[in-house]
Nanobody, 115 residues
């Protein structure tokens, strides 16, 4: 059973932007906090950003603070990650999950930043 579906990744040049989406088919994210994570090849997933269950509070890893923005829709069925001023170090597979993660991981979406 697919629990999380990430989309919106792609290839961009340094300084570019992407907007990632994460949906949970036939369900909502309430009442859990949700987060975006990323994984570099051969590395463990790392936490990137968090949004509270009521979408009023957000938190970011230092490496993305000021460049990434996490948000959620009013129905709490989709969360987003707006990524601006992307840099090569942001190249990774991006995933969403609860915070802390407790759902089965989706396939993620690949973000590649390169000139």
């Amino acid at each position: 059973q697919v629990q999380l579906v990430e989309s919106g990744g792609g290839f961009v040049q340094p300084g570019g932007s992407l907007r990632l989406s994460c949906a949970r088919p036939r369900s909502t994210f309430s009442p859990y906090s949700m987060a975006w994570y990323r994984q570099y090849p051969g590395k463990q997933r790392e936490w990137v950003a968090r949004i509270s269950s009521d979408t009023t509070t957000t938190d970011y890893a230092d490496s993305v603070k000021g460049r990434f923005t996490i948000s959620g829709d009013n129905n709490r069925q989709t969360i987003f990650l707006q990524m601006n001023n992307l840099q090569p170090d942001d190249t990774a597979q991006y995933y969403c999950n609860r915070d802390p993660p407790s759902l089965a991981w989706g396939q993620g979406t690949q973000v590649t930043v390169s000139s």
